[in-house]
């Protein structure tokens, strides 16, 4: 069964880039969480948080641990978890201290996407380590050795890794159910390695279907040559969605989101704006979002599960309103 999550406005991005939360101007804390809360009661299956320590157009975000534990406190069956929780933020020890409680207190609702780190600025700019990728990589992937072996261990846990170790350490409560633990991207091939041995499943940034196909056929290879096969990977896409009754009234939007003074974060989508100047549908240019009416968007879905896509992550471009995510609730494609 296809799973649709929603993704946490947690920062303010208008304008032209059309870069996730373009039509909102402002952050709204109390917003953000209360969007959360009706995606669950809308029937959304996930809920997503981004984890940066700056972003959008004034660096204003919501910490992502935090704000993940509050709707956890507002919900009660949706799964929840964190868009690229960067492991440079938190020391893998306490970071898998942090996952078990959640777990427990939730209800077992967990998923630990986790990442190395790509936001250079945001890193230095709060005082923390950036090494080179492959360092990051190999950090990470001694993290979640030691991350899995205090879910996991019934003794308290000496770990010896090339980055990180403990001393007896004991992380209980456990995990309800030992969380799945995702990660993203197709990059490099020594990411691709870790991927196959660590993950339970794979996620997309924001990709035409020509795009996805490249990076699960490189996802694939990286399964073939360590004996393991792709089916055993969740393969999930993060992806903007504009809906609209009418295809005027996804231009409609769009031509908004394109009027609001433009954000520092990302470059206008040239493609988008001479659309919009020429009246062509969007749905004609535009390849790697979800776009147009609700008919529209089944198709598109529908082309993203036959490439193997089973959980979709939503950013609904016309926050602050909620129709969009609403009329997609109401006329879920599958």
């Not at 009706?38 to 959304?44: D, K, P, Q, S």
């Not at 261990?153 to 980055?163: I, K, L, M, Q």
Request: aromatic letters at 8%; proline letters at 6%.
């Amino acid at each position: 069964m296809t799973q649709f999550g929603f993704c946490v406005p947690v920062f303010a991005n208008p304008g032209a880039a059309f870069f996730r939360t373009p039509a909102w101007t402002q952050l709204d804390p109390v917003a953000a969480i209360d969007a959360a809360v009706e995606a669950e009661r809308l029937g959304f299956d996930s809920i997503w948080v981004a984890d940066h320590l700056m972003h959008g157009f004034d660096d204003a975000i919501l910490e992502g641990w935090s704000t993940l534990s509050v709707i956890a406190g507002r919900t009660d069956t949706v799964k929840l978890g964190t868009i690229h929780l960067a492991q440079p933020f938190r020391q893998p020890a306490i970071a898998a201290k942090m996952a078990a409680s959640l777990d427990a207190l939730s209800g077992g609702r967990l998923i630990f996407f986790y990442d190395c780190g790509w936001q250079e600025a945001e890193v230095r700019a709060y005082g923390l380590d950036w090494p080179s990728e492959d360092e990051r990589i190999a950090r990470m992937e001694d993290g979640l050795d030691l991350i899995k072996q205090l879910w996991e261990s019934e003794t308290p846990v000496a770990h010896r890794g090339r980055f990180y170790s403990t001393d007896g350490a004991v992380c209980r409560p456990r995990p309800l159910r030992r969380p799945a633990i995702w990660l993203g991207e197709a990059r490099t091939q020594r990411w691709l390695d870790a991927i196959v041995r660590h993950a339970d499943g794979w996620n997309s940034v924001p990709a035409s279907p020509a795009r996805l196909r490249q990076k699960i056929d490189a996802l694939q290879a990286a399964c073939t040559r360590a004996g393991r096969e792709l089916s055993e990977l969740e393969l999930s896409l993060e992806i903007q969605v504009l809906i609209a009754p009418t295809e005027r009234e996804v231009s409609d939007t769009a031509r908004h989101i394109a009027s609001l003074p433009a954000s520092k974060r990302g470059t206008p989508r040239d493609d988008v704006l001479e659309a919009l100047k020429d009246g062509r549908p969007l749905g004609e240019v535009i390849d790697d979002w979800l776009v147009g009416t609700p008919a529209q968007i089944a198709e598109q879905v529908n082309t993203y599960t036959r490439l193997g896509i089973s959980h979709f992550m939503l950013w609904f471009v016309d926050f602050p309103r909620l129709d969009g995510m609403r009329l997609f609730a109401d006329t879920r494609p599958c």
